[in-house]
């Protein structure tokens, strides 16, 4: 789905680099939990950590606090226990402080005791976790509290603008917020909501609405860096994705970094493919991997469907070609495949890179404007599918495409004609569907059917099949198949 307004305008003044003279620009974790020293590169100032339970999402943020002298030190978070021992383990980051540029920093415990703490460059660090999601009443000294019969006795009111951002996030509207503290302990606050006429406090309000009460009246400094661990528990999926605008506007505005860790593909769809991490754990150590689309994400920390082999493509669109080429040939094939997007082209070089360390036999398509990459395998025709897709058809003056729709010939050519005139090939199935008033995915899955039967080669499909088949069959793809002009890549040299 496209980027939200917020998140456009935070990356546009990402992109124009004069923001955020404070920020952490990468993470090495080292002798910790599995980490052998795997970097976790920051490249925007909203990044979403993704992977399966214990694959060490928040070992990262807990690491990330520990690399800046405030209150945290990392022998709070990687502490020695009767079961545990942290012995010759680092933590490095890059850190950029303004005009001084950047400077690597570490803390080490290379035997009994941490080392680096006084070296820590100042930052403030705000490191959110888990149990901000309790609920009121099981927190320690809350149920006391509430059996108390002593008064309110002071509070802090949430200003305007904080009441406003939590009407908007809630999709409620709060006539007035505050965080209560009675005389029975003035160490232990309660969030205080009116809405409808009516108040309540923490204590009879929903977990999320608690939660997020307390998490928006938090005042972030600016410069300053916010960990939040599994940001959208409790939250439903609209409050998910206006809690991620809401960041963005808040991000644009101090220049603060946000890092969060989550399983839910509505925070990362709201988010640029540069600020998706992925990890993942394999027989080689962990695998980070950038750029990750949502589809890709969920479908590595779910376990349904159950399909023979996961074919990897770039986005839907490459996925749905792959899938009419293979029908072209092999219908019975389809139903023995999982198409999964991947997201950037980047993505897909990496993941050819790690095929051996898939559970399930896979394959990874590279679109065919790419270059040749190990393990991975190029879709025909030398081009981005949409152009190659297009400006075949329209070489056959686009026959097959009408009677599929019940449109004219004349006004299919027209409209894909009109399309091709946009300089962003991304747009052109889009605008050739409003045009002819037709599902934009409909019409590409007809023009990808009709290119596949009308304008692809038949040795170029039959080899496509053939090495589906061999996937499928358990059979390693033939060796130097990437280093060699195979059929595949006689359009690209």
């Given at each position: 789905?496209?980027?939200s307004?917020?998140?456009?305008?935070?990356?546009?003044?990402?992109?124009?680099?004069?923001g955020?003279?404070?920020?952490?620009?990468?993470?090495e974790?080292k002798g910790?939990?599995?980490?052998?020293?795997?970097r976790i590169?920051?490249?925007?100032?909203i990044?979403?950590?993704?992977?399966e339970n214990g694959v060490?999402?928040?070992?990262v943020?807990q690491a990330m606090?520990?690399?800046?002298k405030g209150?945290?030190f990392?022998s709070?978070?990687?502490?020695?226990t009767?079961?545990?021992?942290?012995?010759?383990?680092t933590i490095e980051a890059?850190i950029?402080?303004g005009e001084?540029?950047?400077?690597?920093?570490s803390?080490?415990?290379?035997?009994?005791?941490?080392?680096g703490?006084p070296?820590?460059?100042?930052?403030?660090v705000e490191?959110i976790d888990?149990?901000?999601?309790?609920?009121i009443?099981?927190?320690t000294?809350y149920?006391r509290?509430a059996?108390?019969?002593?008064k309110?006795?002071k509070?802090?009111?949430?200003d305007?603008a904080?009441?406003?951002?939590?009407?908007h996030v809630?999709?409620?509207?709060?006539?007035?917020?505050r965080l209560a503290i009675?005389e029975?302990?003035?160490t232990?606050?309660?969030p205080v909501l009116?809405r409808?006429g009516?108040?309540?406090?923490?204590?009879?309000g929903g977990a999320?609405?608690?939660?997020?009460?307390?998490?928006?009246k938090?005042?972030v400094?600016?410069?300053s860096i916010v960990?939040?661990?599994?940001?959208e528990t409790?939250l439903h999926?609209?409050?998910q994705?206006?809690?991620?605008?809401?960041l963005?506007?808040l991000?644009?505005d101090i220049?603060c970094q946000f890092?969060?860790?989550?399983?839910?593909?509505y925070v990362?769809?709201?988010l640029?493919?540069?600020a998706?991490?992925?990890i993942m754990d394999g027989s080689?150590g962990?695998?980070?991997?950038?750029?990750v689309?949502p589809d890709f994400a969920?479908?590595k920390m779910d376990e349904e469907?159950h399909?023979e082999?996961?074919?990897y493509?770039?986005?839907?669109?490459?996925a749905q070609?792959l899938?009419?080429?293979?029908?072209?040939?092999?219908r019975?094939l389809?139903?023995r495949?999982?198409?999964?997007?991947?997201?950037?082209?980047?993505?897909g070089?990496a993941?050819?890179?790690?095929?051996d360390?898939f559970?399930?036999?896979?394959?990874?398509?590279?679109?065919?404007?790419?270059?040749?990459?190990p393990g991975?395998?190029?879709?025909p025709?030398?081009?981005a599918?949409e152009?190659?897709?297009?400006?075949?058809?329209s070489?056959k003056n686009?026959v097959?495409i009408?009677?599929?729709?019940?449109?004219?010939?004349?006004?299919?050519?027209?409209?894909c004609?009109s399309?091709?005139?946009?300089?962003?090939?991304?747009?052109?199935?889009?605008?050739a569907g409003?045009?002819?008033?037709?599902?934009?995915n409909?019409?590409?899955?007809i023009?990808?059917?009709e290119?596949s039967?009308?304008?692809l080669?038949?040795?170029?499909s039959?080899?496509?099949?053939d090495?589906v088949k061999?996937t499928?069959?358990g059979?390693p793809?033939?060796?130097g198949l990437w280093?060699?002009?195979?059929?595949l890549f006689a359009t690209?040299?």
């Amino acid at each position: 789905m496209p980027l939200s307004r917020e998140m456009r305008l935070l990356q546009t003044k990402w992109q124009g680099g004069q923001g955020w003279p404070k920020r952490l620009e990468w993470l090495e974790i080292k002798g910790i939990r599995g980490w052998k020293g795997q970097r976790i590169e920051l490249d925007f100032p909203i990044v979403a950590i993704v992977g399966e339970n214990g694959v060490g999402k928040s070992t990262v943020l807990q690491a990330m606090a520990s690399v800046y002298k405030g209150d945290q030190f990392a022998s709070d978070f990687f502490p020695d226990t009767p079961w545990d021992r942290v012995r010759g383990a680092t933590i490095e980051a890059s850190i950029r402080e303004g005009e001084k540029g950047s400077t690597v920093s570490s803390v080490r415990k290379p035997t009994n005791r941490w080392r680096g703490n006084p070296e820590r460059i100042q930052r403030v660090v705000e490191y959110i976790d888990l149990r901000r999601i309790q609920p009121i009443s099981a927190r320690t000294g809350y149920a006391r509290l509430a059996k108390s019969q002593n008064k309110e006795t002071k509070f802090e009111a949430f200003d305007e603008a904080t009441l406003d951002r939590l009407s908007h996030v809630m999709a409620r509207k709060y006539e007035n917020a505050r965080l209560a503290i009675t005389e029975f302990d003035e160490t232990r606050s309660v969030p205080v909501l009116q809405r409808d006429g009516s108040s309540f406090s923490g204590f009879h309000g929903g977990a999320g609405e608690t939660a997020m009460a307390e998490l928006l009246k938090r005042r972030v400094q600016k410069y300053s860096i916010v960990l939040i661990d599994e940001v959208e528990t409790s939250l439903h999926p609209r409050i998910q994705r206006r809690l991620v605008r809401d960041l963005a506007n808040l991000c644009r505005d101090i220049e603060c970094q946000f890092v969060l860790t989550t399983h839910s593909p509505y925070v990362l769809s709201e988010l640029p493919s540069e600020a998706r991490i992925y990890i993942m754990d394999g027989s080689a150590g962990k695998q980070i991997i950038k750029g990750v689309s949502p589809d890709f994400a969920m479908t590595k920390m779910d376990e349904e469907p159950h399909p023979e082999a996961d074919i990897y493509a770039e986005d839907p669109r490459s996925a749905q070609l792959l899938k009419e080429i293979i029908i072209s040939r092999d219908r019975d094939l389809i139903g023995r495949l999982q198409f999964i997007p991947y997201g950037a082209a980047s993505v897909g070089r990496a993941l050819g890179q790690m095929l051996d360390k898939f559970p399930r036999p896979s394959m990874v398509f590279l679109d065919g404007d790419q270059a040749v990459s190990p393990g991975c395998i190029l879709l025909p025709g030398g081009d981005a599918p949409e152009r190659v897709v297009f400006e075949g058809l329209s070489e056959k003056n686009c026959v097959g495409i009408a009677s599929r729709i019940s449109r004219s010939e004349s006004e299919v050519i027209d409209a894909c004609t009109s399309a091709m005139t946009l300089a962003d090939h991304h747009d052109w199935v889009r605008y050739a569907g409003d045009r002819l008033v037709v599902g934009g995915n409909v019409l590409w899955q007809i023009m990808c059917s009709e290119w596949s039967k009308q304008c692809l080669k038949d040795k170029e499909s039959k080899e496509i099949v053939d090495l589906v088949k061999m996937t499928l069959g358990g059979h390693p793809l033939p060796v130097g198949l990437w280093e060699q002009k195979h059929p595949l890549f006689a359009t690209r040299e």
